[in-house]
């Protein structure tokens, strides 16, 4: 290790891309990526929260969803683009671990929400005499505790267990975060047993709430081709196209990632799939739901027009 600051401890994290040519151009862009997914969040929460029209069920759930989107693009840009321009690129292991500890619970209680969105736009669209009931302030609170709650509790044991693998060799993360896949490949012991563990809880955490969200937009969809009214029909297709939308840009990298052994993949695919992830998915989410939500869009021109006056 070349690091002045370096200690047995430290691990090396070599950056985004580290082979690309034009680094600067790399680093303003994420910078622009993050600086639109920070406000496009932040924006959304405060509508939601300032607009007595988004106070329902369906918005309670979004404005999570956009709470844990800051907190997931936050984790990881300030460190990387902090590295870059002090040069400075070891992570101590405390922090090391702290950050896979609060990435995995986003991710982690992401996939949870995402289902529970799901679930709250099924009992809309098919059960709405029942949606009041269902759905009231109780069980939404229930919803996001279960999701942050769900997420911390298991990302406990995926942050122990790889942090705790011994390391025989390079401390260098060929990353720019500490993610999962990324420590196991400094192990020098054999991580099949644990690879197994995390496949089976990639199973429970992301290929079940998969299939129960395709099964509650089947029966959505079944749904709406009974409906006689044209509005009502195009309105429950623009909500659930939106969720279905965030769902394939979630599922899709992290099943990627998660679901094949570690081996099974190159760093440089972790990467893209990582970006795809915890950058790009957090700066699309608010645009996604804005732009196709009319409820959005008329409190976004309803404030901005009491700023002006």
Known sequence: MNQKNDTSTDFILLGLFPWFRHPNLLILIIILIYTAAFTGNAILLLLIWLDSHLHTPMYFLLSQLSLIDLAYISCTVPKMVTNYFTGKKNISYFSCATQLFFFLTLGLAECILLTLMAYDRYVAVCNPLRYTVLMNPNTCLQMAAAAWIGGALTALVHTIYPMNFPICGSREINHYFCEMPAILRLSC?????????????????????????????????????????????????????????????????????????????????DQIGAVLGTIVTPMLNPLIYSLRNKEVVRALRKCMGKCYN
């Open 189 to 269: 012991m054999d991580t099949s047993a644990y690879e197994m563990v995390k496949f089976v809880s990639t199973i429970v955490f992301l290929l079940i709430p998969f299939i129960l969200i395709l099964t509650s937009y089947t029966l959505i969809f079944l749904t709406v081709l009974r409906m006689n009214s044209r509005k009502g029909k195009n309105k429950a297709l623009a909500t659930c196209s939106s969720h279905m939308t965030v769902v394939s840009l979630y599922f899709g990298q992290a099943i990627f990632i998660y679901m094949t052994p570690t081996l099974a993949h190159t760093p440089e695919q």
